[in-house]
C-alpha cells in the first residue's frame, strides 16, 4: 500500500498548476487528462462529468520514480462553488510543503498570486527542534502551509 495523489478541483487548472510549479518546483507527470463517459460518472457519483487537467509530481520524491505521489489539478466542467475554508474546518485543509526558507518561499508565493491567511511564527517543539511556518492562500483560495525545521 502506497499514497497515491492528493486533488484539488480548480476554476482553472492550468494557472493553479503553474503556481504550485513555479513555487513549489512541481513537475508535470504526462499525459494531461481530459476525461468524460459513464465510467467516470459512475466512480464520482456525478451526471455527465467531464474534467480536464494534470498530474504534478511533487518536489523530494525523485528516488521513488513512477511511484511518488502527485498533486491532482482538475476543472470540471460543471463546478459547485465552495465556501472559503479556514484551518479549523472539519475535512481536508491545507497542503504543507517543507521548505529550506520560510520567508523566500513566502515572497515567491505572494508574487505568483498567493495571500495571506496567518503570520509567519516560529516555536520550539520538545525533542524535535525549532519550527518556521505560515499559512497562506494559493490563487484559487486553497490553504498551504510551508515549514522549515532546524533541529536541536
Known sequence: MRFAHTNIAAKDWKRLSRFYI???QCREKPPQRNLSGGWLDRAT???RARLEGIHLWLPGFDALGDH?????IFTYDETMEAPLRMADHQGYTHIAFEVDDVDACLALALEHGASMLGQVVEKTIDGVGLLKFVYFRDPENNIVEIQSWHKD
Request: aromatic content about 10%; overall charge negative.
Open 45 to 47: 457519483g456525478l451526471t
Open 22 to 24: 513555479q513555487v513549489f
Open 68 to 72: 511518488a505521489p502527485t498533486l491532482e
